[in-house]
């Protein structure tokens, strides 16, 4: 095997590809987070039935439907063997047989930060070539689609991928050269949209194999897999890379997949650790409001929003159940929560704030782009 190594250009493969020095094969090369689908802590590899505001599924990985109910989105859907290598997939299931419409979309898709795809330098002369790899299988076979696209929804490029067995795992590679022109941002917003379509109508769809003034979520002529009641479509091993030619999926340690995952969603749960834990601590500051300083493990990319979910309590010189909880001031690595229950706090008494006896309960904030 013909292999070189430059410090300048890289690393040269034996079918002549260049993977430049950015995208080397020994780190960090991998543009997408979550590609291995191994984190999934809003619904813990439960099924979500995908409504017009379901919004994200696993880690990183947003559904989008024109019309709910279409479909449904599960960790390992399914049950069915990965691919050697893989412990987990995103497994979508049409829930119907389901006309498109002209401009309706149904798919899945990465929203890529700006700053994680900035050294790529699309919208200018010398635009880098990149290279999208995955590992796909559905009972349906044919052309597939996808589409990566820019914030603006100014720029688009359509692509296909041929399934050609039913319900086996086949893997697939697309070069795609960089965009010489558009705006593609490059701070903490959208850098680039990796779309995966599963049923996109006339005019959400564009010619495959080129870019274009529009914002195109598929190919033309795409396979439709909310069109097919029971459907199945899995997917996984996705990764986006510099070069000419796909290379091994990068692997990356659990704790540091997670934490990129946690800079814009973290959720903390007790889950089947114990019921009862604590997610920060604080002081009151009425007999039945008290705030509470929340940490998170990693810088966020903005000032996230909170939800909180199930049975919660404060406890200080007692145990008092928790009413409503709400977001005070928050910044990228922490948050102050207004925490309010009924009666029996002590003014400038310190109380932290937990699950009250509930494995279930939780908070979360969210910073998606």
């Known amino acids: 095997m013909a292999l070189i190594l430059n410090g300048t250009d890289g690393v040269t493969f034996n079918d002549s590809s260049l993977q430049g020095a950015a995208a080397s094969p020994f780190g960090l090369k991998n543009r997408i987070i979550n590609g291995d689908m191994k984190i999934d802590q809003r619904r813990a590899g439960a099924s979500v039935t995908v409504l017009t505001t379901t919004g994200y599924t696993l880690d990183r990985f947003d559904a989008v439907a024109s019309v709910s109910s279409k479909y449904s989105v599960q960790q390992n859907a399914g049950s069915v063997t990965p691919p050697s290598g893989y412990t987990n997939y995103l497994g979508v299931t049409s829930l119907s047989a389901y006309t498109v419409g002209a401009s309706e979309n149904f798919g899945i898709r990465q929203m890529i930060e700006g700053f994680n795809v900035a050294d790529l330098g699309w919208g200018a002369a010398g635009a880098s070539t990149v290279t999208l790899s995955f590992w796909v299988r559905s009972s349906l076979t044919g052309t597939f689609g996808g589409a990566l696209a820019n914030n603006t929804a100014t720029r688009s490029y359509p692509f296909t991928y041929t399934i050609s067995a039913a319900n086996t795992w086949e893997q697939k590679t697309i070069t795609i050269a960089g965009d010489t022109t558009g705006t593609w941002e490059k701070t903490n917003l959208i850098g680039i949209r990796l779309n995966f379509g599963l049923g996109s109508g006339a005019s959400a769809s564009g010619t495959a194999g080129a870019w274009a003034g529009a914002d195109y979520f598929s190919a033309t002529g795409s396979t439709s897999v909310v069109g097919t009641n029971g459907a199945t479509w899995y997917i996984t091993g996705v ?131």
Not at 272 to 295: C, L, R
């Open 239 to 369: 990764q986006l890379e510099i070069g000419t030619s796909a290379t091994p999926f990068e692997r990356r340690l659990y704790d540091k997949e997670l934490a990129s995952c946690q800079r814009y969603y973290l959720r903390l749960n007790s889950g089947a650790q114990t019921a009862y834990t604590s997610f920060g601590m604080g002081v009151a500051y009425t007999t039945t409001a008290a705030s509470i300083t929340v940490n998170y493990p990693v810088q966020m990319r903005a000032n996230p929003t909170y939800n909180a979910g199930n049975s919660l309590r404060l406890v200080g010189s007692g145990v008092t159940a928790v009413t409503s909880s709400s977001l005070g001031q928050t910044s990228y690595l922490s948050s102050y929560i207004t925490v309010n229950v009924a009666s029996g706090l002590t003014t400038n008494n310190a109380y932290w704030f937990g699950p009250n006896g509930d494995s279930t309960a939780y908070i979360d904030f969210t910073a998606e782009l």
